[in-house]
Nanobody, 126 residues
């Protein structure tokens, strides 16, 4: 059984930074991507960033245009942890952030999600 546990959320002022962590455990069978999604209140779930579990994949790191240049996804394979470093945060980034494990070939869509974490809340306000 794969488990994903997020941490690192919180409240921050506009322009601030946060680093989210996702520790994953269990067999990584069929998992091709580790993905961050987010969902704001009353909004649809939105893809944020993805990182391939295979470093030889073309374009192993991908982020949505809305966060490109501000958010960075990375992984520490030895710690089974995926990070989302978020900088220059705005109120529009306020959302519940979810870590997900996706099938290979499904880097940005929740249709390819095999496992979900419970989420960590990020609130950006002054």
């Amino acid at each position: 059984q794969v488990q994903l546990v997020e941490s690192g959320g919180g409240s921050v002022q506009p322009g601030g930074s946060l680093r989210l962590s996702c520790v994953h455990s269990g067999p990584a069978v069929n998992i091709g991507w580790m993905v961050w999604f987010r969902q704001g209140a009353g909004k649809e779930r939105e893809w944020v960033c993805s990182i391939s579990t295979d470093d030889k994949v073309d374009g192993p790191v991908r982020c949505a245009d809305s966060v490109k240049g501000r958010f960075t996804i990375s992984k520490d394979t030895s710690e089974n942890t995926v990070y989302l470093q978020m900088t220059s945060l705005t109120p529009q980034d306020t959302a519940m952030y979810y870590c997900a494990a996706n099938r290979a070939g499904w880097s940005t869509s929740s249709r390819g999600t095999l496992y979900w974490g419970h989420g960590t809340q990020v609130t950006v306000s002054s």
